[in-house]
Structure formats: C-alpha cells, structure tokens
C-alpha cells in the first residue's frame, strides 16, 4: 500500500472513532449544564469546568482531523473539484458540502458558549451558555452526520 493512501486510511479511522468521543462528550456537557440550571448549583471549578473544556477540546481536534480528511480525501474538496457544485447526488454533496460546513458552524457556536460561560460569575448564567450554545452544536452535528457511511 502506497504511503499517502495508508495516511488517508489512518486518518479516516481517527475520524471516526474521534466522533463517538466527541458526541458522548457533547452530549454529556449539555446534560450536565441542563442539570446545574435546573437544581440552580454552583458552576464548578472541578466537573462542571473540565467536562465543558474537555469536550471543547476534543471537538477542536475533530475539526482539525475533519479539514485535514476534507482536503485529503475523495469524498471532500476533491469531490467538488471533479463534480461540481451541480453534479453531485445527495450523498456526496452531504460528505463534500453539508457535513463539513454545517459542522464548521457547529463548532463556531460551539466556541462561543465556552467564551460567554467565562464572562459571567452567576452560576445559572454559565450552565445557560453551555446547555445553549453546546446544545444547538450538538443538535447541527448530529443533524450531518453520514450514518450510512458511518455504520457501514
Ligand atoms: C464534531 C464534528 C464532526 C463529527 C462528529 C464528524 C463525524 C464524522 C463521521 C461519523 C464520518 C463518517 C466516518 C466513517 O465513514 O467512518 C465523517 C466523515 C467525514 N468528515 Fe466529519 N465529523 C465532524 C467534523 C468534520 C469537519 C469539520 C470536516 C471538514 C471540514 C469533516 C469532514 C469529513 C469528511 C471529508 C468525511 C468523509 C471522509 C471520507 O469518506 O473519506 N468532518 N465525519
């Protein structure tokens, strides 16, 4: 095997085992920030932090790992190159177009509920911004994810 095509195959493992680490995670900082807003708790300098700079962490290195695959990759700019915007099914526009940039902007507002969070001393306000802005990120990923490819 060729060693661009062993880095690519490498890196499109990375990908997919990184995804199941960053939904657990996303899912786990939303749950908790909507727990810590409805008992009214304090926002913690132990779980309630690490759990959402973990999860902002891992979902960071994903992005990177997902531009880098974007590049590299058939199905991503190379897809869009040798199609076109306007010959592409469904499928492939999902993993070249929707997927990445939908999960771009995932990871946007992503980035801006960890930045308010800090902003503010309030507890309740804090858990607001993680459930908020990590929520509505979860809800677009999840909303793109190629599930066929995925289980497959
Ligand atoms: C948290 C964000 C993300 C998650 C959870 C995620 C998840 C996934 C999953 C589950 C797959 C299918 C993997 C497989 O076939 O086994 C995939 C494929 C892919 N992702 Fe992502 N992804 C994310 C972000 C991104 C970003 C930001 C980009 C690019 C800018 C990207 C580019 C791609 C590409 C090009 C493929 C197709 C790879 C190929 O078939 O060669 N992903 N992603």
Redesign the pocket.
Known sequence: MQESSLL?EWI?VL??YL?YI??VLLFLAVANAITGLVSNRMFTMGKDLRLSLFTLIL?HI??VV??I??FI????FSAIKTLGMGGMNSAARL??VE??FV??L??ALITIGWSRHKRFMEGKKKFKSIALFYGLGLVL?LSR??WA??F?
């Open positions: 690519l499109q990908h997919s995804a960053v939904l979902s994903q992005l997902g531009l695959l974007w990759s058939a199905s991503g993993l070249a997927h990445p999960n771009i995932a990871l990923i994810i190629p490819q995925w497959n």
